[in-house]
């Protein structure tokens, strides 16, 4: 069956007339001519019926065009759908993240200038938010300290510093301009799992600086080592980007090496065309 010829017949029924239907289409009335005779001499039927004034159809050829109707309409709507994701009218995006500080006002931004757009946001750790984006269930992702990769488009977005995380009452708590790392040598900790960029960062520049703190307590959020410190269980870590007003602890950046997290926007190489990825990107600063 040839979809152009049906095309065709649907622009004349509905129009009842070749001319309307040859604009309807952008193709010349000769081509609507060609199509219809074509359709007709193909399966041996009259679909229309040609009078003075206009064109009718047959009772064969109401029939099909009750059918092709139905066709176009869902060819229209889907144009329709298409249309309006390709203009950022409509559209879902999928994004994950390993914290909310970062990708919060980026998703504003987002939907100040594009209301109708959906966001579904998945929060997890470093590890949990890459493999979301590799595996194609996230569209964007912001990441932390992600060394590049094939595949892979990353675009930086910031940097954040290591800082101490102290009980309000403690004597570090008013030391705004900071503290050497050096001086938690020996000092008892709370910190998150080995696996979290934060604590990652944190060991890396204490094994660097020869530094040896006493973990006392490993945790598995941002929220329980808070708990912790307020608790005066240990000095915990945090990042700059994560400090969130809590009148029980304080956050006093940390002085040294190796203490600077590396924020980056990224997606699948292959997909950084799409029209939405696209308009995300555009809106990092």
């Keep these: 069956m040839n979809?152009?010829?049906l095309r065709a017949f649907d622009a004349v029924a509905r129009e009842g007339s070749f001319t309307g239907a040859a604009k309807r289409l952008f193709i010349s009335q000769p081509a609507v001519t060609g199509h219809i005779k074509a359709l007709e001499e193909y399966y041996q039927i009259p679909l229309l019926r040609r009078t003075a004034r206009r064109v009718?159809?047959?009772?064969?050829?109401?029939?099909?065009?009750?059918?092709?109707?139905?066709?176009?309409?869902?060819?229209?709507?889907?144009?329709?759908?298409?249309?309006?994701?390709?203009?950022?009218?409509?559209?879902?995006?999928?994004?994950?993240?390993?914290?909310?500080?970062?990708?919060?006002?980026?998703?504003?931004?987002?939907?100040?200038?594009?209301?109708?757009?959906?966001?579904?946001?998945?929060?997890?750790?470093?590890?949990?938010?890459?493999?979301?984006?590799?595996?194609?269930?996230?569209?964007?992702?912001?990441?932390?300290?992600?060394?590049?990769?094939?595949?892979?488009?990353?675009?930086?977005?910031?940097?954040?510093?290591?800082?101490a995380l102290v009980p309000a009452q403690h004597p570090w708590a008013t030391q705004?301009?900071?503290?050497?790392?050096?001086?938690?040598?020996?000092?008892?900790?709370?910190?998150r799992e080995p696996t979290s960029t934060t604590r990652?960062?944190?060991?890396?520049?204490?094994?660097?600086?020869?530094?040896?703190?006493?973990?006392?307590?490993?945790?598995?959020?941002?929220?329980?080592?808070?708990?912790?410190v307020a608790a005066e269980l240990g000095i915990g870590v945090v990042s700059s980007m994560e400090v969130s007003p809590d009148p029980r602890v304080r956050a006093i950046p940390l002085q040294g090496d190796g203490l600077v997290n590396h924020h980056l926007l990224g997606c699948m190489e292959r997909r950084r065309s799409l029209r939405l990825i696209q308009a995300f990107f555009e809106l990092a600063p």
């Design 3 to 5: 979809l152009f010829q």
């Design 56 to 163: 009718e159809v047959t009772e064969e050829g109401a029939r099909l065009a009750a059918i092709t109707r139905s066709i176009f309409g869902l060819v229209d709507e889907a144009q329709a759908l298409l249309e309006a994701n390709r203009q950022l009218l409509t559209g879902r995006l999928e994004v994950a993240a390993d914290g909310p500080h970062l990708v919060m006002p980026l998703i504003a931004s987002l939907r100040a200038r594009y209301p109708g757009i959906t966001v579904n946001l998945r929060l997890g750790n470093a590890q949990e938010t890459l493999a979301a984006l590799l595996s194609e269930h996230a569209d964007v992702a912001v990441l932390t300290e992600v060394e590049p990769r094939n595949g892979l488009h990353l675009q930086p977005l910031g940097e954040s510093r290591i800082c």
């Design 176 to 191: 705004s301009e900071g503290i050497q790392l050096e001086q938690l040598n020996e000092v008892i900790m709370v910190l």
């Design 200 to 228: 990652r960062t944190f060991d890396e520049a204490c094994l660097a600086a020869d530094v040896q703190p006493k973990v006392l307590l490993e945790l598995d959020s941002r929220e329980a080592v808070t708990e912790a």
